[in-house]
């Protein structure tokens, strides 16, 4: 009987493992040296079999920790099993669990084991009987020896199919030589055995000879040959790659690519659409209304404009000789009005203020966009803060960023990084810097609730100034905004006093909002 099972019959039977000198003695007198390997082996089952002495070691120290038990192995020179292995160990000798992954299927190399030696006082009529016994056990079983003719014939059997299977395909191999084909020429023959290597090389061929499952007749060889054989069919693969089953005349995709040009002419078609329904409606300056006639100015508007932004009017009137009847009526249409053109400057165009002139026409200012933020320091984003929390989404209070040393700068740069793009924006507290064409560079605004803040504003009205400015309030979670700022059109965000990893989805809600904002009133500064 193999060493381990031997050691673990005898601790779950209660039986104590005698040792003595250089072996181990079981019950029955079974006597096996300390250095025979057992079935027990380390990185799961693929290392380096355990002696029967490391195990009895472990055993024998299976209430101490594991680094005396370390210690003790080096002291006495005694193989270390791992932490993991020791307590799958543990719980396989002590009858706790039947199996181990650690337990190889292979069984060590044997080393000769010996009959324990009966004491002198025990030599007497009863060696004789004992040695029958003895000579029982050392002859094989029945069972053993029919295993073993069994397994001979299964090996013999399986070896002349095998010797078939090659005799066949030594056959099918000479083929006649290309003269000896009648009817057909060399070059016809050549071509027509280059093709069908082609096509073997395209099909998927499945080897029918050996059954993929084993016949009722060789269950005996498989079962007997499992514990050699069982690593080299974990590590078998079958020959099927990629490019051998895409290359298959069996198998069509055709249905695959069908799919593909489906979808992509129901995207042309939705972006057909789409486009169509933008020229009708006349979004983005693609379309215009052609009834639409640039008014005619009156003298009053016309001594107005500066010099340097005179318009040239040019007047045709069509005569009323040639106004020709509408169609399905009999009498004649009415003269058409006399129609006017007005070719003009980008400040005679402001100052005309064409319907079909949309924020898109408007030509890009020079210079990055810009922010306004209060000036008061008990504003919650001020120019103390608002690089720190519009960049890394952090927010921390003026008040102390003040106490602290930080000097306050009359403009901050902010860097939103949006994909592959970067963005600078310039905010500002003091709109008194501000040339009327930099208000046009103005996209979005932090308020507070006094009114007082859009003293000097472009704009005089709120709604002017929301209507130019995407306007922003910071309140935190457990305060209600204000009754004027609720009646503003104003986005507003929310923070924790004490939680400071909520600042980055306020900083996300702002740059959403503004981009939303952008897309459609100032393009010119929005990134995709």
């Known amino acids: 009987m193999e060493a381990l099972q031997l050691l673990r019959n005898a601790v779950v039977s209660g039986v104590e493992v ?34 029967l002495e ?27 099993i791992s932490l993991m292995e020791r307590r799958e160990f543990l719980q396989y000798i002590t009858g706790k669990t039947d199996t181990s992954a650690c337990i190889s299927l292979i069984p060590p190399p ?118 050699v054989t069982r ?37 042309q078609d939705s972006r057909a659409r789409r486009r169509a329904s933008d020229v009708s409606a006349g979004r983005g300056g693609e379309a215009k209304d052609p009834s639409w006639v640039a008014p005619k100015p009156n003298a009053a508007d016309l001594e ?67 922010i ?3 000036t008061s320091i008990n504003a919650l984003v001020t120019l103390y803060n608002v690089k720190e929390f519009l960049e890394n989404g952090r927010w921390q209070s003026s008040v102390e960023l003040r106490n602290e040393g930080k000097r306050k700068l009359s403009n901050v740069v902010i860097q939103r990084q949006k994909k592959q793009f970067t963005t600078s924006y310039t905010v500002i507290d003091n709109i008194a810097k501000l040339s009327p064409p930099d208000w046009d560079r103005v996209v979005a605004a932090f308020v507070i609730e006094q009114e007082w803040q859009f003293h000097g504003w472009m704009w005089q009205k709120t709604v002017e100034i929301f209507n130019n400015v995407r306007g922003f309030f910071l309140r935190f979670e457990d305060e209600q905004p204000p009754a004027t700022v609720k009646s503003w059109d104003v986005h507003i965000l929310v923070i924790s006093k004490n939680k ?14 503004l981009d939303k904002y952008l897309s459609v009133n100032k393009p010119h500064y929005y990134v995709h």
């Open 18 to 51: 005698q040792r003595d000198g250089d072996a181990f003695v079981f019950a029955g007198g079974v006597r096996m040296p300390k250095e025979t390997p057992t079935a027990f082996r380390g990185k799961k089952g693929t290392g380096d079999y355990y002696s």
């Open 54 to 80: 490391a195990a009895w070691f472990c055993l024998q120290h299976q209430v101490a920790t594991y680094p005396q038990y370390v210690a003790l192995c080096t002291q006495n020179k005694i193989a270390i």
């Open 110 to 227: 044997p080393l000769p084991s010996t009959q324990a030696e009966a004491p002198a006082s025990q030599l007497t009529a009863d060696a004789p009987a004992e040695q029958p016994a003895a000579s029982a056990a050392a002859a094989p079983a029945p069972q053993e020896i029919q295993m073993n003719e069994k397994l001979a014939a299964e090996k013999q059997k399986l070896a002349q199919k095998l010797e078939q299977r090659d005799a066949s395909t030594a056959t099918a191999k000479k083929r006649p030589a290309p003269q000896e084909v009648p009817g057909l020429s060399a070059d016809k023959l050549e071509e027509l055995r280059m093709k069908r290597q082609k096509k073997k090389q395209q099909e998927i061929t499945v080897d029918d000879d050996l059954p993929k499952e084993p016949a009722p007749d060789t269950l005996g060889f498989v079962e007997a040959d499992a514990q």
């Open 231 to 267: 690593d080299i069919v974990d590590r078998e693969r079958p020959p099927r790659t990629r490019s051998s089953i895409t290359q298959s005349s069996k198998k069509k995709f055709g249905n695959v690519i069908e799919m593909v040009n489906k979808m992509l002419r129901e995207q």
């Open 304 to 370: 107005s404009i500066p010099l340097e932004t005179q318009i040239t009017i040019k007047r045709t009137e069509k005569p009323a000789a040639e106004s020709t009847p509408s169609l399905g009526s009999g009498t004649a249409a009415a003269t058409t009005p006399a129609q006017t053109t007005a070719v003009a400057t980008t400040a005679g165009r402001a100052l005309l203020r064409q319907p079909s002139a949309t924020p898109r026409s408007r030509p890009k200012p020079k210079g990055p966009p810009i």
């Open 372 to 374: 306004i933020v209060p």
């Open 500 to 513: 400071r990893h909520l600042d980055h989805a306020a900083m996300e809600s702002f740059w959403e909002v």
